[in-house]
């Protein structure tokens, strides 16, 4: 079994998300989890936000999604790492992942958090497309990052969070390959997201959210309720291998313990293709 320990000698776990609130939302959880667990946790937003609004224009609103972030972050006891860019903007390109992959050779995690693959709108998949790529080259000597960082030998475990509303943008139900009891850290997680204090009216009115708290716990009790064991959950699904660990390495399982269940129909359903 991994130790899980990056070359500096510690055990760091990375969420990558596309934009403040986002890992309130699906990942916080498991993060603080990490935290109490003793390990370093870090946060990190590659939008700034700054196009969810109906009131605020866009450098204001930035500025207050940039501390509203800070603060939530600092709630779940993460080291916050700054946005890479804005709403929208949140593409494939070449100067995003230098500089994603400049925070990872610095950061070293041995857990990447991210979001799902496939989610319901292109920021979230593209962050997701970013995280990925910018960790796979983090042993690539030839891979200039901005600024300038020293590749590393080291694994890394991907794991992807739940889309926004437990399914894909065809409406399909995606089931976790895992969940993580967070009935315990629910009401700091609900804490972090509501330091989201511009989102609230925001995504009641553009996304027909009933309540932007209620939400977020309406997905941890349905996490829960398919675990079967837990009241909140998050679920995660684990990224193949290939290029970042090895095959059976799962430092979310060895960290949490009984606080982390493994899907065992979802396992067999890997084989099978079901």
């Known amino acids: 079994m991994t130790t899980a320990l990056n070359t500096n000698g510690k055990r760091t776990v990375l969420a990558i998300a596309s934009h403040p609130d986002d890992i ?3 990942m916080a959880g498991t993060l603080i989890l990490l935290k109490q667990a003793g ?20 450098l204001p609103l930035k500025k207050m999604r940039r501390k509203e972030a800070r603060n939530a972050a600092t709630l ?3 080291e916050y790492h700054a946005s890479l ?7 494939y390109n070449i100067k995003t992942l230098r500089r994603l992959a400049a925070i990872i050779r610095e950061v070293q995690p041995s857990i990447l958090l991210t979001h799902s693959p496939v989610d319901y709108m292109e920021d979230h998949t593209n962050a997701c497309r970013l995280a990925l790529s910018a960790a796979f080259s983090r042993c690539l000597a030839n891979f200039r990052t ?11 475990t991907v794991y992807h969070g739940m889309p926004h509303g437990l399914r894909d943008p065809l409406r399909r ?24 204090v511009s989102q609230q009216d925001w995504l009641d009115a553009s996304q027909r959210l009933n309540s932007y708290l209620q939400t977020m716990d309406d997905f941890g009790e349905e996490l829960g309720r398919m675990s ?9 699904r684990r990224h193949l291998h290939y290029g970042f660990c090895g095959p059976e390495t799962d430092p979310l399982s060895a960290a949490l313990g009984t606080r982390h269940q493994i899907n065992l ?6 084989e099978t293709g079901c």
């Open 228 to 236: 079967g064991k837990f009241r909140y959950a998050e679920g995660w």
């Open 24 to 26: 309130e939302f699906m």
């Open 76 to 78: 779940l006891g993460a």
């Open 146 to 156: 901005i600024p300038p960082r020293p590749h590393y030998v080291g694994e890394v």
């Open 39 to 58: 390990w370093e946790t870090h946060y990190l937003n590659i939008s700034s936000g700054n196009c969810g609004s109906l009131v605020y224009e866009g």
């Open 85 to 91: 860019g804005d709403d929208l903007e949140v593409f």
């Open 265 to 270: 129909d979802y396992e067999r359903g890997l």
């Open 173 to 196: 139900r995606v089931t976790p390959g895992s969940f993580v009891d967070t009935t315990t850290v629910q009401d700091l997680k609900r804490s972090a997201l509501a330091a989201h």
